[in-house]
Nanobody
Framework: QVQLVESGGGLVQPGGSLRLSCAAS????????MGWYRQAPGKQRELVAR???????NYADSVKGRFTISRDSAKNTVYLQMNSLKPEDTAVYYC???????????????WGQGTQVTVSS
């Protein structure tokens, strides 16, 4: 079983910055993709950014140029640096990881519990 624990959410004024972290633990053989999703009240969960084991990244159009995803593969940790935050970025942010466990070599897909990000003056 693989667990994800997020941290770093909070309340910030428009134009401010926050850095989210997500650490994976458990029977991990390899993590292929780690990503951040968000869900605002009354809306569907959406992809914010994702990063592969090779370092390739994808971003939602709404966050390009403002958010940066990175990962420390040795620590099984992914980060999301969020700059120039807007009120519309307010949501619960969830971490996701897809990979293979050991010793069975089964594929897994795990979610964190979510961390609240509120952008408001």
């Amino acid at each position: 079983q693989v667990q994800l624990v997020e941290s770093g959410g909070g309340l910030v004024q428009p134009g401010g910055s926050l850095r989210l972290s997500c650490a994976a633990s458990g029977n991990i053989f390899r993590i292929n993709v780690m990503g951040w999703y968000r869900q605002a009240p009354g809306k569907q969960r959406e992809l914010v950014a994702r990063i592969t084991s090779g370092g390739s990244t994808n971003y939602a159009d709404s966050v390009k140029g403002r958010f940066t995803i990175s990962r420390d593969s040795a620590k099984n940790t992914v980060y999301l640096q969020m700059n120039s935050l807007k009120p519309e970025d307010t949501a619960v942010y969830y971490c996701n990881a897809d990979g293979t466990d050991y010793p069975q070599g089964r594929a897994f897909g795990s979610w964190g519990q979510g961390t609240q990000v509120t952008v408001s003056s």
